[in-house]
């Protein structure tokens, strides 16, 4: 080994370990460290109509108009609780101008939706926001389950920081419950390891959270 590696070898390992390198190998990167790069590809279309909270109208660059579904989320529908918060923070997250699309597996959904994923203009990677912030729930969709490790690591953040709509007022005074059960909902209901507001429609099968 040459002296100049050497003297890098240390920096290089010290780099790796702290998560300084972003994984451009396949775009996933640990909640705790780098966002993922997802944000670098994809086709750039323009927004027509923000939906509801996981829901989007575009144009894209032959004119053509197209709703999307932003993949590996699951918001509020209208009427329930946080509906109107998430649809306003997908709206100031995206903006007025451009937006990326970015595919997994699946082209469209049974019902002619486009799935994608969706960056803003400013490289903003949204679904992992409106999870961080908790005004979007982690959901599997299979085959699309790319960056579905990576949202669930964002909505375990979420939920231990009580963030967001979703979580602030429903995880108050929710507590610790019996040997079948780490936490019990005494202000919401059970969703997945978290509780909710009681009104919201929840995807996830039960997890460590009970009805209170």
Do not use: H, W
Request: proline share 4%; aromatic share 6%; hydrophobic share 35%.
């Amino acid at each position: 080994m040459g002296l100049l590696m050497q003297r890098l070898l240390p920096l290089v390992v010290t780099l790796l370990l702290s998560g300084c390198f972003g994984q451009a190998g396949n775009g996933r990167a640990p909640a705790t460290s780098v966002t993922p790069l997802i944000c670098n590809g994809g086709e750039i279309a323009t927004l027509v109509k923000v939906v509801d909270g996981d829901t989007i109208d575009i144009e894209r660059s032959n004119g053509d108009t197209e709703r999307i579904r932003l993949i590996g989320i699951d918001t509020p529908e209208r009427g329930e609780s946080c509906f109107a918060e998430a649809k306003q923070r997908l709206a100031d997250l995206l903006g007025d101008g451009r937006v990326r699309l970015i595919k997994d597996r699946s082209n469209r959904d049974r019902y002619g939706r486009l799935l994608r994923y969706v960056c803003s203009d400013r490289d903003v990677f949204v679904e992992g926001s409106l999870v961080r912030e908790g005004l979007a729930v982690a959901y599997r969709y299979p085959p699309d389950t790319y960056y579905a490790d990576y949202l669930q690591e964002l909505g375990a953040e979420a939920v231990l920081e009580r963030s967001g709509c979703l979580y602030r007022e429903a995880m108050r005074d929710s507590d610790a419950g019996d040997s079948r059960c780490c936490l019990v909902c005494r202000r919401g209901k059970a969703c997945g390891d978290a509780c909710v507001p009681a009104d919201v429609t929840c995807r996830l099968p039960v997890g460590c959270a009970c009805e209170g």
